[in-house]
């Protein structure tokens, strides 16, 4: 393996980090509102999901993955997606339960995730996760170019009602993925256990 470990704070994880630490900026330009408030969180966005896709390609195709870069990915993108949607929520644009279900399809299929590896079965990532997260990351531009409109007046639909059934559409997308992990897990055979 080419002699040396990857460093823990390589680059790959340096970028997964500065995703966390733009989080209040991007909390700060959201509120402030306006033309520049909300380009500014929509370019946020824009980094925080262009960074989600590059830092775990980049990782591998330079030998730079790392144990640390496989917890912090996964928590850098809960975090991220979570304190939009939490910010979206205490703006008044998304309903609590939308959120409440988002953030229960997470811990659910963390915990489906632990009872798996209680088995001793690795649950790998499925696809419905994937089109989970791209639809999280989509309603997400989509919600602050409907906002961003809005600022230069382009409103054909009024804008709380365009956001509530993005944000639906999202929230029905993450809860097939639920389904599709739990049936995963319930259809898993019974490895083993480890004593």
Request: hydrophobic residues 55%; proline residues 4%; positive net charge.
């Amino acid at each position: 393996m080419g002699g040396s470990r990857p460093s823990l704070l390589n680059a790959p994880n340096a970028v997964t980090l500065l995703r966390v630490l733009l989080l209040p900026a991007f909390i700060c330009a959201f509120r402030a509102g306006g033309k520049t408030g909300l380009s500014v969180a929509l370019a946020l966005a824009l980094f925080f999901e262009l960074t989600d896709t590059l830092d775990g390609a980049v990782a591998r195709r330079f030998s730079a993955v790392s144990d640390l870069g496989k917890l912090l990915d996964p928590l850098a993108d809960t975090l991220t997606r979570f304190t939009i949607f939490l910010t979206f929520l205490a703006s008044g644009l998304v309903p609590l339960w939308m959120v409440v279900l988002l953030f229960f399809r997470d811990m659910t299929v963390a915990y489906i995730r632990v009872g798996a590896a209680v088995r001793g079965v690795v649950l790998a990532a499925r696809a419905s996760g994937k089109i989970k997260a791209v639809f999280q990351g989509a309603g997400i531009f989509a919600v602050l170019a409907v906002l961003l409109a809005r600022e230069y007046g382009y409103e054909p639909f009024p804008h709380r009602a365009a956001v509530w059934w993005i944000m639906l559409a999202v929230t029905l997308v993450t809860l097939w993925s639920l389904y599709d992990y739990a049936r995963a897990f319930l259809s898993m055979p019974e490895a083993g256990r480890k004593t």
